[in-house]
């Protein structure tokens, strides 16, 4: 396996929005580590307060937006964050904005991608179809700025 699938396969949705690689390898990740917020570990089950707690002490500087429609400071960049509800089945998922104004995500250790659950370009993440074969994102955390990587 090359280094380019290692770093593909270990890079989550968390690793991914936080990175400011163009692709999906986990390149320019400084710390490949950072695949759950904060000192979340060994949880079992994810609410937004977790991920809010987590991203701040992951990347100090990071703040939370009121909407979609706020932008980000000089030198962060906006992501999105939800977690699963399921019993048994708890789960956080995040999203980025990308230069151009789409959004995408990286759904584990498949490719990123640029559609919701339905298949649709994702516009907005908060208003698109999180319902996805294994886990429904249903309770959004928000809209988070944090520091381009």
């Not at 500087?61 to 089945?89: M, P, R």
């Not at 990286?106 to 659950?117: I, L, M, T, Y």
């Amino acid at each position: 396996m090359s280094q380019s699938s290692i770093n593909k396969l270990s890079m989550n949705c968390y690793t991914y929005a936080i990175s400011d690689s163009d692709d999906d390898t986990g390149q320019t990740v400084t710390s490949p580590t950072l695949h759950i917020p904060g000192n979340n570990k060994h949880k079992t089950h994810y609410n937004c307060s977790d991920i809010m707690i987590g991203l701040m002490e992951d990347l100090p500087g990071t703040y939370k937006l009121e909407s979609n429609t706020s932008a980000c400071a000089t030198g962060f960049k906006k992501i999105f964050s939800a977690v699963s509800d399921e019993t048994g089945q708890n789960d956080f998922h995040f999203w980025r904005e990308d230069d151009n104004g789409t959004w995408s995500h990286k759904p584990g250790e498949r490719p990123r991608s640029f559609v919701d659950a339905s298949g649709n370009p994702i516009t907005n993440p908060e208003t698109s179809d999180r319902q996805f074969q294994h886990r429904n994102y249903i309770d959004t955390c928000g809209f988070y700025c944090v520091p381009r990587m």
